[in-house]
């Protein structure tokens, strides 16, 4: 049985919408916990609830929506750009949650959130099959 589409443009636009929102509440948790872990004196009370709060809701959301792209829409699994954009969003987490805080660290994470915007607005298409 093959799934239906998402094809209403309204549809589409909240999806887009609430992709882009996923990710800016992702990358401020994990950014902004990162950014006060390296300070002298850091409240960690305030990076805990940061991190909790941010991270795991901009998490579930990118997630989330993400899949709806993936299994709902036209792009799939089978452009190359959605599989590099899945890979750095797992490297991201990764290093994110396993690496302590360090300025080398925010450095990548900035890198890879650069990566993968340049991926979404440039679709790569890469190796074709």
Excluded: E
């Excluded at 609430?18 to 990710?23: I, N, P, Q, V, W």
């Excluded at 997630?63 to 993936?70: A, D, E, R, V």
């Excluded at 590099?84 to 290093?95: F, R, S, Y």
């Excluded at 360090?102 to 340049?118: A, D, K, N, R, T």
């Amino acid at each position: 049985m093959k799934m239906k589409k998402i094809t209403n443009p309204k549809w589409m636009k909240l999806l887009k919408i609430l992709h882009l929102l996923g990710m800016v509440i992702l990358c401020t948790g994990l950014l902004g916990t990162k950014l006060l872990q390296i300070q002298s004196y850091p409240d960690l009370q305030t990076v805990a609830i940061l991190g909790a709060n941010f991270t795991r809701n901009g998490g579930i959301l990118v997630l989330g929506t993400g899949l709806i792209y993936n299994l709902f829409t036209r792009y799939g699994f089978k452009r190359m750009w959605i599989i590099l954009k899945w890979a750095a969003t797992i490297v991201l987490v990764a290093v994110s949650v396993l690496l302590p805080a360090s300025i080398p660290l925010i450095v990548m994470q900035l890198c890879l959130l650069l990566f993968m915007i340049v991926l979404s607005v440039y679709k790569w298409q890469g190796l074709k099959s």
